[in-house]
Structures are given as structure tokens and as C-alpha cells.
């Protein structure tokens, strides 16, 4: 089994910053990609930043230049700067990894329970 448990959330104002964790526990196999996930009620879940286990990173084009993620591959964890925020930037914000335990293994994802962020203008 894996678990992921995200921290961090809150509520901040618009230009403010705020800093989410996610740790990843169990078979944390050494092909993966931790991610970055965002929803708003009515809204389909959106990618907010990816990173691989080389540590190459991919933003969303509505985060790019305010949000950074990074990861520490001998803890299993992954975080996320939020910089600048934006009301719109306001969603619960969820830990995703994707990963196969080796060639001829089908790739599975796995999800965090999420964490609350609100930002007001």
C-alpha cells in the first residue's frame, strides 16, 4: 500500500505565500512522478506541477512563475511553493503519485486526502 498525506494549506491573502507538503509512504517504487493537483467544486482537477525522480519539473501555465515543487527522493516527499496568490488560485490541493513497480507492470496512481487552500482578495 502507499499514502500520501499532504499539510500546509490555509487561508492567505492575495499576494501572500504559502507552502504544502506531501509524504509518501509505503512501496514507493523508483519510477515515479509526484504531482500536484488542484479542484474547485464545479471544476474538473486540474495539474498544477509534476516532477519526476530526476527532479525535472512541468507547470501549469497558470502557475508558472509563482509556483515551485521539489522533491527529497530519500524521504519521499514532495512540496509545493505557492508564491504570489491569486484568488483563483484558491482549491483543495491534492499530493498524486504515479509510478510501476518495473517494466511489464502497469503504472498506478495514487491520492492524498487533500488540503484546503483560500485565498482572499
Known amino acids: 500500500q502507499v499514502q500520501l498525506v499532504e499539510s500546509g494549506g490555509g487561508l492567505v491573502q492575495a499576494g501572500g505565500s504559502l507552502g504544502l507538503s506531501c509524504a509518501a509512504s509505503?512501496?514507493?517504487?523508483?519510477?515515479?512522478?509526484l504531482d500536484w493537483y488542484r479542484q474547485t467544486p464545479g471544476k474538473q482537477r486540474e495539474l498544477v506541477a509534476t516532477?519526476?525522480?530526476?527532479?525535472?519539473?512541468n507547470y501549469a501555465d497558470s502557475v508558472k512563475g509563482r509556483f515551485t515543487i521539489s522533491r527529497d527522493n530519500a524521504r519521499n516527499t514532495v512540496s509545493l511553493l505557492l508564491n504570489s496568490l491569486k484568488p483563483e488560485d484558491t482549491a483543495v490541493y491534492y499530493c498524486?503519485?504515479?509510478?510501476?513497480?518495473?517494466?511489464?507492470?502497469?503504472?498506478?496512481?495514487?491520492w492524498g486526502q487533500g488540503t484546503q487552500v483560500t485565498v482572499s482578495s
Open positions: 498524486h503519485l504515479h509510478q510501476r513497480q518495473g517494466p511489464g507492470y502497469p503504472y498506478k496512481d495514487y
Open positions: 509505503g512501496n514507493i517504487f523508483s519510477s515515479n512522478t
Open positions: 516532477i519526476t525522480n530526476g527532479g525535472v519539473a
